[in-house]
């Protein structure tokens, strides 16, 4: 299972720290990763981590300003979202993947085709003008 909060209603320019919750599997055998879709659109990657020696990838669009972490103590992986668009508002998602897949699991982020194996509910984030 994967719970998502942190989500809500920010202005320009604000942040946000979304937490995902991670149990039911083990943590440190799962890549992390986070997705958004915004109304209208198809969902796309955000942010991975690798569980193994902690390599990130994030969407060109949010690099710079996003940050993915994770505390494998707390089975929890974060992403801190600083400078918030209007354009970065959807419903973001978070997925795990095992750690073998990092590869296929980064090049989700990039566009590629690959469905990781574990989906949160999602959480909103709106970010007003």
């Known amino acids: 299972q994967l719970e998502e909060s942190g989500g809500g209603w920010v202005q320009t320019g604000e942040s946000l720290k979304l937490s995902c919750v991670v149990s039911?599997?083990?943590?440190?055998?799962?890549?992390t990763g986070w997705f958004r879709q915004a109304p209208g659109k198809e969902r796309e990657g955000v942010s991975s981590m690798n569980s193994d020696d902690g390599a990130t990838i994030y969407a060109d669009s949010v690099k710079g300003r996003f940050t993915i972490s994770r505390d494998n103590a707390k089975n929890t992986v974060y992403l801190q979202m600083d400078d918030l668009k209007p354009e970065d508002t959807a419903v973001y998602y978070c997925?795990?993947?095992?750690?073998?897949?990092?590869?296929?699991?980064?090049?989700?982020?990039?566009?590629?085709?690959?469905?990781?194996?574990?989906w949160g509910q999602g959480t909103q984030v709106t970010v007003s003008s």
């Open positions: 997925a795990a993947t095992l750690r073998g897949s990092w590869s296929l699991a980064a090049g989700a982020i990039q566009g590629e085709v690959y469905e990781y194996d574990y």
């Open positions: 039911g599997v083990s943590f440190d055998e799962y890549v």
